[in-house]
């Protein structure tokens, strides 16, 4: 399995700023994904993002509100832009083993007041 | 109607019994099922991952997917206190050697008493 690391693990932010959150893994993979978990809810896919490719985004997420970066095969980042109280989730990265079975990070915990 | 619907619990057992967790669904182009456990403040762990209909298992757990029926099930034995954490199904139709976009179940908050 892969070893995957995030960045910040929980922050505070205030209205209208933007905060971007870092996932490393230790292995290189093709596929990462970005899911939200919001309070009391299931994960929910945000996008898809491939190295050397522009990142797939899920119905109701669009590119400027959550822009992705993949700059190599282990690592992305995930910019929540213009924050409001509502996006405040708890955001995991993941990837894909290539053999079926996916991993994911260990969260960022973001609250915005 | 969700594609993936989970019993959200919460489900409390006394330590020592057999913990039944169930997942129905509703799109046929579902192959692959999995079963992720998540502790409180941590990020989903993955225990346990089926192709089409069948059983697996490992341990203490086993996982069941009736394809004709839409079910799956992940059966605890010997339940332990350390199992109380919130287990989510998932699902994919992806196939080439990788899973893609999972759908996610709402999660089953377990709870193993002492």
């Known amino acids: 399995s892969a070893v995957i690391s995030q960045k910040p693990s929980r922050d505070i932010c205030q209205r209208g700023t933007s905060l971007t959150i870092q996932c490393q893994v230790d292995s290189q993979v093709t596929m990462m994904f970005w899911y939200r978990q919001q309070p009391g809810q299931s994960l929910t896919l945000i996008a898809t993002?491939?190295?050397?490719?522009?990142?797939?985004?899920e119905s109701g997420f669009v590119i400027d509100k959550f822009p992705i970066s993949r700059p190599n095969l282990t690592f992305s980042t995930l910019t929540v832009s213009n924050m409001s109280p509502e996006d405040s989730s708890i955001y995991l990265c993941?990837?894909?083993?290539?053999?079926?079975?996916?991993?994911f990070g260990p969260g960022t915990r973001l609250t915005v007041t | 109607q969700k594609e993936v619907e989970q019993d959200p619990g919460p489900l409390s057992v006394p330590e020592g019994a057999i913990v039944s967790l169930n997942c129905t669904y509703s799109?046929?182009?579902?192959?692959?099922f999995m079963w992720y456990r998540q502790y409180s403040r941590k990020g989903p762990e993955l225990l346990m991952y089926?192709?089409?209909?069948g059983n697996k298992e490992d341990g203490r757990f086993t996982a069941q997917v009736d394809k004709s029926s839409k079910y799956i099930s992940l059966f605890i034995r010997d339940s332990q206190p350390s199992d109380s954490a919130t287990y989510l199904c998932a699902m994919s139709a992806k196939g080439s050697g990788n899973t893609g976009k999972l759908i996610f179940g709402q999660g089953t908050t377990l709870q193993v008493k002492p």
């Open positions: 993002a491939n190295q050397g490719s522009e990142a797939t985004y």
């Open positions: 799109n046929s182009a579902f192959q692959y």
């Open positions: 993941s990837v894909d083993s290539g053999i079926h079975e996916q991993y």
């Open positions: 089926t192709y089409s209909s």
